[in-house]
């Protein structure tokens, strides 16, 4: 069973550009979540959708959004990059359909802005 | 809000050496993981804990959980190298987003 598909794996990006990341999730799962993983903060949660519906949100601001397509995969989206959005962004599908079920995580995207 | 604490923040141990890391959390929870994250790579699921006084064993690496004292331990038994890694508990209730520890960054050394 193939596992969280995330792309790309690593891209670098400058100031006031924007960044798209995919993530395909396990077959069969519905719930994707986004985090974002930084040394100094740690994992922090972004968004998390099921079923095309966006279900919970972190405290980001609106530069980040996300979006679910019928098949389930997702996409997050940052725009007007800033230095501190420099971070891995981690992808995880859940399979249950009540928030907060065993997350599955993606190799990760790791962003770099200049 | 639940906040989730764990400690210590950075463990070095000798191989063979037991230890164990402590997740705390500050409300009501009805389940809590641990997951391991090797250095540039993604998070492994570990164990999940769904009730009070649940114990679940991998190999070198014993959880538990005690939801009356809002505690899960982590116990490591005679350390190898190949669990060098960082350890995050996460906990859940009811329909909430799961909360993710700190992390505990453990070093094994020879």
């Known amino acids: 069973k193939a596992g969280v598909t995330q792309t790309p794996r690593y891209l670098i990006k400058t100031r006031g550009q924007q960044v798209t990341l995919s993530c395909s999730p396990i077959?069969?799962?519905?719930?994707v979540s986004w985090y974002q993983q930084t040394p100094g903060q740690g994992l922090q949660f972004l968004f998390e959708?099921?079923?095309?519906?966006?279900?919970n949100k972190g405290n980001f601001p609106g530069r980040f959004s996300g979006r679910q397509f019928s098949n389930s995969r997702s996409e997050m989206n940052v725009s007007t990059l800033e230095l501190g959005d420099s971070a891995l962004y981690l992808c995880?599908?859940?399979?249950?359909?009540?928030?907060?079920?065993?997350?599955?995580f993606g190799e990760g995207s790791r962003l770099t802005v200049l | 809000e639940l906040k989730v604490e764990q400690n210590p923040l950075f463990l070095s141990m000798q191989e063979g050496k037991n230890y164990t890391i402590y997740c705390n959390y500050s409300t009501t929870s009805d389940r809590l993981y641990w997951y391991r994250q090797d250095p540039g790579k993604s998070l492994e699921s570990l164990f999940v804990?769904?009730?009070?006084?649940a114990v679940k064993q991998e190999g070198r690496l014993m959880a538990s959980l005690d939801t009356k004292a809002r505690l899960s331990t982590l116990h490591i038994t005679a350390a190898v190298h190949d669990l060098s890694a960082t350890y995050f508990c996460?906990?859940?209730?009811?329909?909430?987003?799961?909360?993710f520890g700190t992390g505990t960054r453990l070093t094994i050394i020879p």
């Open positions: 995880a599908s859940s399979a249950g359909q009540y928030i907060g079920g065993e997350l599955f």
């Open positions: 996460a906990v859940g209730f009811g329909n909430e987003k799961l909360t």
């Open positions: 077959s069969g799962h519905r719930s």
């Open positions: 959708y099921f079923s095309e519906t966006q279900r």
């Open positions: 804990l769904l009730s009070n006084g």
